[in-house]
């Protein structure tokens, strides 16, 4: 199991967790979906209380990564599977992201 927590502007929004290959998880944190200020992190993942379950990762997420020569690269360089989406994931979208979320990756205890 590997899990992560994804910050929107800068704020925990909540956890995304691979239980494994085929099963993802993510759920919001309880004070940032008590907080009308803040906006859900996605249209396809609006704000409730209950958690979202998906066999593979979430598209929104998946957009996150690179594509095509670029993500060679990264695998390359990373030393990851380039089908180990969830690991790119959580090796490239710490800091500097196109959009408002990055997903920092969580040791598990």
Not at 47 to 69: A, D, I
């Amino acid at each position: 199991m590997r899990k992560s927590e994804v910050y929107c502007n800068g704020a925990m929004a909540g956890t995304l967790t691979e239980e494994n290959r085929r099963s993802f998880v993510f759920r919001y944190d309880n004070s940032y979906y008590h907080d009308a200020d803040k906006s859900a992190i996605s249209l396809t993942l609006p704000k409730t209380q209950q958690e979202y379950r998906s066999e593979y990762l979430f598209p929104f997420f998946f957009n996150m990564l690179s594509e095509g020569v670029n993500k060679q690269l990264q695998c390359k360089v990373l030393k990851i599977d380039e089908k180990d989406y969830f690991g790119l994931l959580m090796a490239t979208a710490q800091y500097d992201t196109v959009g408002a979320v990055t997903v920092k990756p969580l040791e598990i205890k």
